[in-house]
T-cell receptor, first 113, second 108 residues
Framework: DSGVTQTPKHLITATGQRVTLRCSPR?????VYWYQQSLDQGLQFLIQ???????AKGNILERFSAQQFPDLHSELNLSSLELGDSALYFC????????????FGPGTRLTVT | KNEVEQSPQNLTAQEGEFITINCSYS?????LHWLQQHPGGGIVSLFM???GKKKHGRLIATINIQEKHSSLHITASHPRDSAVYIC??????????FGKGTRLSVIA
């Protein structure tokens, strides 16, 4: 158990809908990272927050947004969902920035039908 | 942007065999991660290294910075080692760039 929690575990929704994925980092970790893993693309970095502030942005679509709250939990919002958004979404946390070891959550499997 | 290549893509081994998974990258890095993804999907960080060699149980990770290459070795492999092994590299302050993974099956 990495200490990182993600909810929900599974999510099935229809095209055009909006969903929110939640992540709670390990106790003491200030950074939260979001990754997308699809069958054809592998793992891709989406966005990083550090102590409430956006720190780095990767291949995140404009339909997606995220935030980190004062209690350091983070939410990833996906809107106007398309079939191609079906993937595993992982959250990871670390004490500091990218140079620190990251601990991964169990992931949320999103299926868009 | 760093390109990360892993080989082989798929690997089947008999229980007890010594296994090597390779990772090459194109641009200088500050650190390299080896991750294990279980069949259920969960990801575990195995090693983070920037030079030399690290060992944890039956797992050994090495890195050659000059050759831009890292290897993950598993000694006395066991069916419970069956998983996808993913290499990821860190360059400066940029986010992790991942390889596509090596799918390992260890047969009893």
């Amino acid at each position: 158990d990495s200490g990182v929690t993600q909810t929900p575990k599974h999510l099935i929704t229809a095209t055009g809908q909006r969903v929110t994925l939640r992540c709670s980092p390990r106790s003491g970790d200030l950074s939260v990272y979001w990754y997308q893993q699809s069958l054809d693309q592998g793992l891709q970095f989406l966005i990083q927050y550090y102590n409430g502030e956006e720190r780095a942005k990767g291949n995140i679509l404009e339909r997606f947004s995220a935030q980190q709250f004062p209690d350091l939990h983070s939410e990833l919002n996906l809107s106007s969902l398309e079939l191609g958004d079906s993937a595993l979404y992982f959250c990871a946390s670390s004490v500091g920035g990218h140079s620190y070891e990251q601990y991964f959550g169990p992931g949320t499997r999103l299926t868009v039908t | 942007k760093n390109e990360v290549e892993q080989s082989p893509q798929n690997l089947t081994a008999q229980e007890g065999e010594f296994i090597t998974i390779n990772c090459s990258y194109s641009v200088g890095i500050s650190a390299l991660h080896w991750l294990q993804q279980h069949p259920g999907g969960g990801i575990v960080s195995l090693f983070m290294l920037s030079s030399g060699k690290k060992k944890h149980g039956r797992l050994i990770a090495t890195i050659n910075i000059q050759e831009k290459h890292s290897s993950l070795h598993i000694t006395a492999s066991h069916p419970r080692d069956s998983a996808v092994y993913i290499c990821a590299v860190l360059s400066g302050n940029t986010p992790l760039v991942f390889g596509k993974g090596t799918r390992l099956s260890v047969i009893a």
